[in-house]
């Protein structure tokens, strides 16, 4: 699944997710110096994202912030950004009708959310991207991250996704200016 990924260099300013089609879900991640294998949503991409709906937003986001497992490295993750670590009861809202919705919530929360700690190491790494914060559009869609990859590939509920590896070297290019052109 690698690609060519040059892991130094400059910061990245723009990547683009390319797809052969908007079904489709397997695709590439390519920049100046980068070209790798990355998969997003099940449903492919749309202009029409809704909470739920399995896709990818179209358009441009930039990395807001991120988060890493501080149990599964040695040391930080290097990043162009601060990674803050992830701890056990970190949760992200769901729920259009909740005053949370689409923003970080610990857990146990009462409304609808996601576990940020997971075990299936996806969200080992996971950067935040800017679809619907600000301003936010109760249920047009959340939590839409750039994260790891399963070994499988296998679709991602909207998200975008690389091999760990890729990921890897990839993070020290990026910052808070990276654009991310989905479509």
Not at 40 to 69: C, H, M, N, Q, W
Not at 144 to 163: K, M, N, S
Not at 164 to 180: H, Q
């Amino acid at each position: 699944m690698h690609g060519k990924l040059k892991p130094k260099g400059a910061a990245l300013t723009r990547l683009h997710v390319r797809v052969r089609s908007p079904r489709v879900t397997l695709g590439r991640l390519v920049g100046a110096g980068v070209d790798t294998a990355a998969v997003i949503g099940r449903s492919g991409l749309t202009a029409l994202k809704r909470e739920g709906d399995g896709a990818s937003p179209r358009g441009s986001f930039r990395i807001v912030g991120g988060f890493y497992r501080a149990d599964r490295f040695g040391v930080r993750p290097r990043a162009g950004f601060p990674l803050r670590p992830l701890r056990p009861d970190d949760g992200w809202c769901d729920e259009p009708a909740d005053r949370n919705y689409n923003r970080p919530v610990r857990r146990p929360y009462p409304r609808s959310h996601e576990a940020m700690w997971r075990e299936d190491r996806v969200y080992d790494v996971v950067l935040i991207l800017d679809f619907n914060l600000r301003p936010r559009v109760r249920g047009g869609g959340s939590a839409i991250f750039f994260h790891l990859a399963h070994a499988d590939f296998r679709p991602t509920a909207g998200c975008l996704a690389l091999d760990r590896a890729d990921m890897l070297k990839l993070l020290p290019r990026l910052s808070e200016r990276t654009v991310i052109v989905f479509g």
